[in-house]
C-alpha cells in the first residue's frame, strides 16, 4: 500500500498535478477566520472548545481557537466552526 501511495505522488508530480487529487490526500480550507473544511479526514483525536485535533492520512491537524464546535461531521468530510485562532499540521515521520 505504501509503495502504491510514493508511486501515486511520482506521477502526480511528473504530470504537474495537484497533490490534493490524489486519492486519500486531505484537503483542508480555512475561510476567513470563522471555518475550517476537511476533507479526507480519518477521524477526530480531541474536541473541547479551544483546540481539536483531526487525524489525517499524513499526520494530524491541530485548530486552536475559541468556541469551536463540529458543525458537521461525515466519513469523510468534517466542518468547524468558532474563532479560528491558528491550524497548524503536524507531518508523521516519512523515512
Known amino acids: 500500500?505504501?509503495?502504491?501511495?510514493?508511486?501515486?505522488?511520482?506521477?502526480?508530480?511528473a504530470t504537474d498535478t495537484p497533490q490534493e487529487l490524489l486519492p486519500g490526500?486531505?484537503?483542508?480550507?480555512?475561510?476567513?477566520?470563522?471555518?475550517?473544511?476537511?476533507?479526507?479526514?480519518?477521524g477526530v483525536i480531541l474536541y473541547e472548545p479551544d483546540c481539536l485535533q483531526v487525524k489525517l492520512t499524513i499526520g494530524s491537524l491541530f485548530i486552536r481557537g475559541q468556541g469551536l464546535t463540529i458543525s458537521r461531521?461525515?466519513?469523510?468530510?468534517?466542518?468547524?466552526?468558532?474563532c479560528i485562532q491558528g491550524v497548524e499540521l503536524e507531518k508523521e515521520a516519512q523515512c
Open 25 to 42: 490526500m486531505p484537503l483542508i480550507e480555512i475561510t476567513g477566520t470563522q471555518r475550517v473544511l476537511i476533507e479526507n479526514h480519518k
Open 73 to 82: 461531521m461525515q466519513k469523510h468530510q468534517l466542518v468547524i466552526t468558532g
Open 1 to 13: 500500500m505504501k509503495y502504491r501511495k510514493q508511486l501515486l505522488q511520482i506521477v502526480a508530480q
